[in-house]
């Protein structure tokens, strides 16, 4: 059979639920070259999935330790993965024919691969399928590096709604943890998977019956030769190594390694994950502030109060905080939305905070008092973005109903509902004269609108409109998450679900460039009171900050365990606050460079 004019399938190799493996030829190159073909039927995954798995994999396929992506293409109700064949053996023929590792083999094999799953978990990928038949070793085998990771079939990308939802039980059961086998794999899956490998390697014994079912735990150590197993009491690098066997096979998510880093560090090892992170950072963290607590606790949302001094926080905990950033100390805690809370800020003189949540509506509280000023309703669906008018008269709202709403700020009462949407609104800004509004969403389009001053409305003119259409972006190739306007106004930056930046020109419409850098969404967009800076946040775990002019970048912010939700930037010091769903918010301080 033949691809796309050019790769012939030789014959199946393996076969999983829903992938088929051939081995196969690249006739498109002189002289062809052997290749793996995977099969995956279009009921298992999305266009959409398949199309961000094969963006993924062809960024990790770069590392030597996991497999080379060559091409991804749809045919007759399929999807195709085709990845170079490596040469080598997978490790489930090395001990079969060369018999059980030994611990120093097994110690080397989790230093070979622990980056590699560091990266990949860093990339927001979970292997889901890892054993030994998935690790290859190369040949002629070398002393270092020799292992490679293969089988991305069953790979799955996270996304924010993946945390909330069960997805089908996927990978072998033997070497698969207790979650993944209910469908809610994580990070720390892979390491579980990682753990069952090795014990199998050291015994050569089916997982299945290294598991005491009656107990309900491992018993691996008991089925070590009695040599061997002498040999491990007396070695305390081998205790340590049994040690950490036993904690990447934990049953219990909670009780297990969370990453790879962190096995790494019970090793002695130094990490060696690929990074971009450039040196001696002139922003570096110098707090982290922690007080969002609880299962549901992610940071969602931060804005900065104009004065400088005081930080509000929205978290998925229904509380949102508000931190004296002299201090970094809690001031208070405001509650009343009745679920989680997706958009902060103040008003321009700083004497009002407005909130909007998940529950529908939109609270405006008195900064000075604390006090819940009213509630505004009135939309039918989640609120994910508030703003003020750079007057303070109105507020502009985003839902996921599709809707825009317009609000006098001084009454609490809805002005008018700007509809046009196909889909869900992400994000609304005011230009920073006030009399366009920039809307951003899942329809993958940003819209302009030219919104008249509040007098205007206030004057009831009959039929007078409350907004007209100026223009729609269009070029993300997915959803729009977050919108801002530069300083000046001249500038709109947009960012998406394609994971990249893009800057428009807000006279003309049209296009200036796209920034590229981060390897997952893009969630919230912010620039410096200046205008020569431009800070992303992104679901990858780091904020990236851009040179407006050139479009370079100029710095990553690393330190965040999991994906950065929201940014925030003073106009009066040199600070950045970015929040996390690791619970926590880090403040970054530019700092002297250090030249010595």
């Excluded at 070793?137 to 924010?160: C, H, N, Q, Y």
């Excluded at 992170?277 to 940071?299: A, E, F, I, Y």
């Excluded at 951003?440 to 205007?456: F, G």
């Excluded at 959803?479 to 003309?508: C, H, Y």
Aim: one cysteine or more.
């Amino acid at each position: 059979m033949l691809l796309q004019e050019r790769y012939r399938l030789l014959k199946q190799i393996g076969k999983g639920g829903f992938c088929k493996t051939f081995l196969a030829v690249d006739e498109g190159q002189f002289p062809p070259i052997p290749c793996v073909v995977q099969e995956l039927s279009q009921e298992y995954e999305t266009f959409k999935n398949f199309q961000q798995k094969a963006q993924q994999l062809e960024e990790l396929g770069k590392h030597p330790q996991i497999t080379p992506f060559l091409a991804s293409f749809e045919h007759n109700g399929h999807f195709y993965l085709v990845q170079e064949f490596i040469a080598g053996t997978n490790l489930a023929q090395v001990v079969e024919e060369e018999g059980a590792f030994n611990e120093t083999q097994i110690w080397q094999l989790l230093e070979d691969l622990l980056p590699v799953f560091q990266l990949m978990s860093d990339r927001n990928i979970i292997h889901r399928d890892i054993k030994p038949h998935n690790i290859i070793r190369r040949s002629p085998i070398t002393k270092k590096g020799d292992l490679v990771i293969v089988d991305f079939s069953t790979a799955k990308i996270v996304t924010e709604i993946d945390r909330l939802t069960s997805q089908t039980s996927i990978g072998s059961p033997e070497y698969a943890a207790p979650e993944q086998a209910k469908g809610k794999a994580v990070f720390a899956s892979d390491l579980y998977s990682l753990g069952v490998t090795c014990i199998y390697l050291l015994t050569q014994i089916s997982p299945f019956d290294l598991f005491d079912i009656a107990n309900d735990c491992w018993v691996w150590q008991q089925y070590l030769t009695t040599k061997v197993s002498d040999v491990w009491r007396q070695d305390s690098k081998n205790l340590r190594l049994a040690q950490i066997l036993d904690k990447l096979l934990q049953n219990a998510v909670n009780r297990r390694f969370q990453s790879a880093d962190e096995v790494m560090q019970a090793m002695g090892m130094e990490s060696k994950t690929p990074n971009l992170k450039l040196p001696n950072p002139p922003w570096r963290c110098l707090h982290t502030l922690t007080g969002h607590s609880g299962r549901l606790s992610s940071v969602n949302a931060l804005a900065i109060s104009p004065d400088g001094y005081t930080l509000a926080s929205a978290s998925d905990d229904k509380i949102v905080k508000l931190w004296d950033l002299n201090s970094k100390k809690v001031l208070a805690n405001l509650s009343g939305h009745s679920q989680a809370v997706k958009s902060v800020t103040f008003s321009p003189d700083g004497q009002i905070l407005a909130t909007a949540s998940d529950d529908k509506t939109i609270k405006l509280w008195q900064v000075e008092t604390l006090k819940e000023i009213c509630t505004l309703l009135g939309h039918s669906h989640a609120v994910k973005s508030v703003v003020f008018s750079p007057d303070g008269q109105m507020l502009a709202s985003g839902s996921w109903d599709k809707t825009i709403k317009l609000w006098d700020a001084n009454t609490g009462t809805e002005i008018c509902t700007i509809t046009g949407h196909q889909l869900q609104v992400n994000s609304v800004v005011f230009s920073p004269q006030g009399q366009l509004l920039a809307s951003a969403s899942y329809d993958r389009t940003i819209r302009l609108w030219q919104i008249p001053a509040l007098e205007s409305f206030q004057r009831k003119f009959e039929n007078r409109p409350c907004h007209s259409l100026l223009g729609i972006l269009s070029g993300h190739a997915w959803a729009v998450l977050t919108v801002a306007f530069s300083p000046d106004g001249q500038i709109l930056a947009t960012g998406s679900d394609d994971n990249t930046i893009k800057l428009w020109e807000v006279n003309t419409g049209q296009l200036i460039c796209t920034l590229v850098g981060h390897s997952w969404s893009v969630v919230a967009v912010a620039f410096t009171a200046d205008g020569e800076t431009l800070l992303s946040a992104s679901c990858d775990k780091t904020v990236k900050l851009w040179r407006v002019s050139t479009a370079e970048e100029i710095v990553t912010l690393s330190g965040h365990i999991d994906s950065v939700s929201a940014v925030a930037v003073s106009k009066v010091t040199q600070l950045i606050a970015s929040g996390s769903r690791d619970k926590t918010i880090k403040l970054w301080q530019l700092v002297e460079q250090n030249n010595s």
